[in-house]
């Protein structure tokens, strides 16, 4: 009895949705969803798409929720620029089995469309030229 077994190779994502904007996805990088890269240039970026009655209670329920998850040793407001708009929130320095991590969680609107952008990164972000090559392509830090 012969048996033939067929697989389908998950289809690779070749570009992102940033608030309705097409952006490449990064060479070596890849992207878990149209809205999330992981390990991308030594961060992890993802935005979720809110309404604008969500937009201030999900983030305060959001910032909340990570510092609950996480062992936070420091936060600091942040400020965001983003294709010509302000997003706003907090940087986390968080300290988790010895290992020093960072994460940037702020909220806007950009190009009419509310969001909360989530960037986890083991580097220290404290000015634009901290980035990384794509996210120099989205953000600069104010």
Same mark, same amino acid.
């Given at each position: 009895?012969?048996?033939?077994?067929?697989?389908?190779?998950?289809?690779?994502?070749?570009?992102?949705?940033?608030?309705?904007?097409?952006?490449?996805?990064?060479?070596?990088?890849?992207? !878990?969803?149209? +809205?999330?890269?992981?390990?991308?240039?030594?961060?992890?970026? /993802?935005? #979720?798409? @809110?309404?604008?009655?969500?937009?201030?209670?999900?983030?305060?329920?959001?910032?909340?929720?990570?510092?609950?998850?996480?062992?936070?040793?420091?936060?600091?407001?942040?400020?965001?620029?983003?294709?010509?708009?302000?997003?706003?929130?907090?940087?986390?320095?968080?300290?988790?089995?010895? !290992?020093?991590? +960072?994460?940037?969680?702020?909220?806007?609107?950009?190009?009419? /469309?509310? #969001?909360? @952008?989530?960037?986890?990164?083991?580097?220290?972000?404290?000015?634009?030229?901290?980035?990384?090559?794509?996210?120099?392509?989205?953000?600069?830090?104010?």
């Amino acid at each position: 009895m012969n048996t033939t077994l067929f697989s389908q190779s998950e289809n690779k994502i070749d570009s992102l949705n940033y608030a309705h904007m097409k952006i490449a996805v990064p060479e070596m990088c890849v992207a !878990k969803s149209p +809205y999330e890269l992981l390990d991308c240039e030594d961060i992890s970026v /993802q935005w #979720l798409y @809110l309404t604008k009655e969500m937009l201030e209670a999900v983030s305060a329920q959001f910032y909340s929720q990570f510092e609950q998850q996480q062992n936070v040793v420091k936060k600091e407001k942040i400020r965001i620029g983003s294709f010509g708009s302000e997003l706003n929130g907090y940087k986390f320095k968080t300290k988790n089995s010895g !290992k020093i991590r +960072y994460a940037i969680m702020v909220t806007g609107t950009v190009n009419n /469309q509310p #969001l909360l @952008l989530n960037i986890g990164s083991e580097n220290n972000i404290e000015k634009t030229s901290d980035l990384s090559e794509f996210l120099k392509t989205i953000i600069e830090i104010k």
